[in-house]
T-cell receptor, first 113, second 112 residues
């Protein structure tokens, strides 16, 4: 069965600092991987996704993520965080031709000025 | 842009009431999904539909049913609401690639 672990429940970074949010997945075959962001009181917005090819994926809002098969990881990064990035971030995994996504529990990002 | 709308942002109901949550998407997507979101648990799939009048159970279907009479509309029904169904409910839709999902703003349901 697929599963996703986001080890950090909360992360606080200073505005302008770099950010890395961790995601580890468990899946037997090649996974399809996603990062979503949820601002307070809002639905989820797709940041980026990985299906195949280049393991470094660029997304919206200056985010990128790197797929590392050997570590079963898909960590999200941003070189310089803005106060508007404060939100909850979800990593998700799905199977090729599959029906559903499995989500991690989320990481809440706080940005201090 | 894909637009997924949900009928209510906030809803308060009494135990035992029948509750309808409505979701509409405007991009002619085949697939629609209902999730519930609880702190520390992420999103869990309740039901999804891959065509009109077609539905499949997700991971936590107990206590819920769904209806899809038109392609653009997917309804979640709580036949007899209970307090443990207090949660945030999120609707999503996708094209043939079922995994790339677009979400609505959510309905925060409180059952008293």
């Amino acid at each position: 069965a697929q599963s996703v672990t986001q080890p950090d429940i909360h992360i606080t970074v200073s505005e302008g600092a770099s950010l890395e949010l961790r995601c580890n997945y468990s899946y037997g075959a090649t996974p399809y991987l996603f990062w979503y962001v949820q601002s307070p009181g809002q639905g989820l917005q797709l940041l980026l996704k990985y299906f195949s090819g280049d393991t470094l994926v660029q997304g919206i809002k200056g985010f990128e993520a790197e797929f590392k098969r050997s570590q079963s990881s898909f960590n999200l990064r941003k070189p310089s965080v803005h106060w508007s990035d404060a939100a909850e971030y979800f990593c998700a995994v799905g199977a090729r031709y599959g029906n559903k996504l499995v989500f991690g529990a989320g990481t809440i990002l706080r940005v201090k000025s | 842009d894909v637009k997924v709308t949900q009928s209510s942002r906030y809803l308060v109901k009494r135990t035992g009431e029948k509750v309808f949550l409505e979701c509409v998407q405007d991009m002619d997507h085949e697939n629609m999904f209902w999730y519930r979101q609880d702190p520390g648990l992420g999103l869990r799939l309740i039901y999804f539909s891959y065509d009109v009048k077609m539905k499949e159970k997700g991971d936590i279907p107990e206590g819920y049913s769904v209806s899809r009479e038109k392609k653009e509309r997917f309804s979640l029904i709580l036949e007899s609401a209970s307090t443990n169904q207090t949660s945030m409910y999120l609707c999503a839709s996708s094209l043939e690639d079922r995994l790339t999902q677009y979400f609505g703003p959510g309905t925060r349901l409180t059952v008293l």
